[in-house]
């Protein structure tokens, strides 16, 4: 696995919309609710998760990346984690898995696995248009409708980030999960965000 963008791919300006900062949101709610004593996160980021967590919880936070510019704990790639069995009570990857060919990614899922004691947590992109309604009555709790639909669906041409994404053509998302199914994790939830239907998340849980 090579890097793939340098420090400056994360710029305020031009990577961090409305959007991306509600799924953070998402992964640290998905985190906590599991409330584990310690996580380990592949692929830093902009060390949101990171910020939150060793700032406002007493959840032990490591990380890995392969981008040493970005000052991981660890610097290696995800395929082989120089870490024992069982390390982590959870183990998540938000919009990661993407940056390796599809065919690499039931190995991946399975490397996670084996560093995880009990949970994966994962974000994927998901492309498709959306339609989704939100309203909120006096007296009652908001009210929130969401679905994906693709009338045609692309064919996904490697932008020298991703090399896959699900909804495109050859990727469906039953094909991704049916993927999971063969590591032997069970999905406990699956869900794209309403605020940022480009990113779906997955929770799970090891048998």
Known sequence: ????????????????????????WYQ??????????????????????FSYLTNNTEIDYKSVDIAEDLKPDIVAGLETLPLEDNSFDVVCAFEVLEHLPFEKFVSSLNELKRVSRSYVVLSLPHWGRHFSVSFRLPFFKKIKFQFKFSIQKPKHLFDGQHYWEIGKRGYGLSKVKNEIKKTDMKIVKDYVCFESPYHHFFVLKKL
Do not use: A, T
């Open 1 to 24: 696995m090579k890097k793939q963008v340098d420090k400056k791919h994360y710029n305020f300006w031009k990577y961090c919309d409305l959007n991306r900062w509600s799924s953070y």
């Open 28 to 49: 640290i709610k998905e985190i906590i609710s599991l409330d584990p004593k310690n996580v380990l996160e592949i692929g830093v980021g902009e060390k949101v998760l």
